[in-house]
């Protein structure tokens, strides 16, 4: 446990740029951890209104800031990348933010396992507080070829990013574990799976002694009441509307299943890896009657923001009630990442049913570009699937990067 933060298991996940960090950190989230991805949050630092955004427009000039009133990612990349002392210059800006950022998010966060994503997570002093270090690995050309296609870069600008960044070796010299990226997203997963049951195997253990303390209640419990036990009343007492839907988090076990039921429902040929792949980038919620998919919901947070960009209901499940849980469901989760907004997309020719659905559960119908805050409105337009509609629901008041 966190000397820092106790009570919390924290994983330091660093790497260099298209190792895939982003998407180990999104395998641990769909395995439930809280993820924090502090890179994501040095960009919002930034933005117009945020405490970073002034203190780099007086540090590098107003013609950083573009005609939309945010600084130009590009034209300070161009800078930093090419100059290591206004790389330190900008560090000294954003990092001392991002930890008290950081730190207040692991605080009030309800979960026990905590991932941190920062590519300087050495620089910027935050491996220390770390209960284990995990470096994600991939070849040199993997790296480029994915800057092409990703971020649409040039093969001399993608190896110059590289360059740029300190040396991989270092890092793996440093790791706790090492997460090789290189073999696809289904040989991710498992090295993912298995080094975080590993790590948490003692937390599970450390919770054994509290429910044999608890557990001779029960038979008192049982004796009081013969005719009624205790098992029986919990399963009767929260059924899930009439269809008796139980929603879950899906998993790599689901993958096949998932598959299924979406070629199913949008005529597609998915298999079980297109699925796994998926997991890198969302995470899946089941709403399911006995073993049957009766709807699913795709979604994920990124930088205190939901995305949720499938909501499926089955041919035969009750829509309001199959959409109510599912989107509970991701709401839910979406508060203990400390979601500040959900941003719900629907396909144009969502069925009435459905779009009345999504309404009731409190979301409006609106424009990316009326949002109020700059990080939403780029978010939503960022997300969009196409041919779709935005509907926005407030999660929270409070925002963690206001204004300093």
Not at 70 to 88: E, G, P, S
Request: charged share 30%.
């Amino acid at each position: 446990m966190s000397n820092r933060w106790p009570g919390k298991f924290v994983i330091g996940l660093t790497g260099n740029i298209a190792s895939g960090k982003s998407v180990v950190r999104r395998m641990l989230e769909a395995l439930e951890a809280f993820s924090i991805d502090a890179d994501g949050l040095a960009h919002r630092a930034m933005s117009p209104g945020a405490p970073a955004f002034q203190p780099v427009v007086d540090q590098f000039g107003k013609w950083l800031v573009g005609a939309d009133g945010k600084i130009d990612r590009a034209k300070l990349a161009n800078i930093v990348f090419t100059d290591a002392d206004a790389l330190r210059r900008l560090e000294m800006i954003t990092h001392p933010i991002i930890k008290q950022v950081v730190d207040l998010l692991i605080r009030r966060s309800s979960q026990k396992v905590i991932v941190i994503e920062a590519i300087k997570l050495f620089e910027a002093g935050m491996a220390a507080d770390c209960d284990s270090v995990w470096v994600v690995d991939a070849p040199e050309s993997v790296q480029i070829q994915r800057l092409i296609e990703q971020r649409k870069m040039t093969e001399a600008d993608a190896k110059m990013r590289i360059a740029a960044q300190s040396p991989q070796s270092d890092k793996l010299a440093r790791a706790n574990v090492i997460i090789y990226n290189g073999d696809g997203y289904e040989n991710t997963f498992d090295q993912v799976s298995k080094h975080l049951a590993e790590l948490t195997a003692p937390l599970e253990e450390a919770k054994k002694p509290e429910e044999e303390v608890k557990a001779p209640e029960e038979p008192v419990k049982e004796a009081e009441v013969p005719a009624a036990p205790p098992v029986e009343e919990k399963k009767e007492e929260a059924p899930v509307a009439s269809a008796d839907l139980k929603v879950r988090r899906g998993g790599p076990k689901d993958a096949e299943a998932i598959a299924a039921f979406l070629n199913a429902v949008n005529g597609t040929t998915l298999e079980r890896s297109d699925v796994i792949m998926r997991f890198g980038q969302k995470v899946y919620v089941i709403a399911e009657a006995g073993t049957a998919i009766k709807g699913l919901g795709g979604w994920q947070v990124e930088n205190l923001i939901t995305r949720i960009d499938e909501v499926l209901v089955g041919e035969g499940s009750p829509v309001e009630e199959t959409v109510s849980a599912l989107i509970d469901s991701m709401e839910k989760a979406s508060n203990q990442l400390q979601s500040e907004i959900s941003l719900l997309f629907l396909p144009e020719n969502a069925p009435e049913a459905m779009q009345a659905a999504v309404r009731k559960k409190g979301y409006e119908k609106q424009q990316a570009a009326d949002l109020r805050i700059p990080d939403w409105r780029e978010a939503a337009e960022e997300s969009a699937p196409p041919q779709s509609v935005l509907n926005v629901k407030l999660l929270r008041e409070d925002r963690v990067l206001k204004p300093i």
